[in-house]
């Protein structure tokens, strides 16, 4: 499974920014998906992740009420909707995919990052 994330740049603070993130081949009926992200200086952390059927949806909580994590399945896409970003949110983001019993803390498969910057 290759994944490609897309969206990222550069936004002010309050603004709204939706990454997505394609997957090469049909998500398996195990895949859940998820999305981290990493900024300068720290390490990579879980930010959102989504069930194969959608249904299930876990949010760290800086992120919460905030972003929304979504998917589409027939596309082989998943998103990460963003509002009301912040400095704080700046980081690359990664998306990922594996068994939903590990995906908020070892996914399987990484994508490549894409670079959020918020300024204030």
């Known amino acids: 499974v290759q994944l490609q994330a897309s969206g990222g740049g550069l936004v002010q603070a309050g603004d709204s920014l939706r990454l997505s993130c394609a997957a090469s081949e049909r998500f398996s009926s195990n895949s859940a998906m998820g999305w981290f992200r990493q900024a300068p200086g720290k390490e990579r952390e879980f930010v959102a992740s989504i069930s194969t059927s959608g249904t299930s949806r876990y949010y760290a909580e800086p992120v919460k009420r905030r972003f929304t994590i979504s998917r589409d399945n027939p596309k082989n896409t998943v998103y990460l909707q963003m509002n009301s970003l912040k400095p704080d949110d700046t980081a690359v983001y990664y998306c990922?995919?594996?068994?939903?019993?590990?995906?908020?803390?070892?996914?399987?498969?990484w994508g490549q990052g894409t670079l959020v910057t918020v300024s204030s």
């Open positions: 990922a995919a594996g068994p939903r019993s590990t995906i908020t803390t070892m996914p399987e498969y």
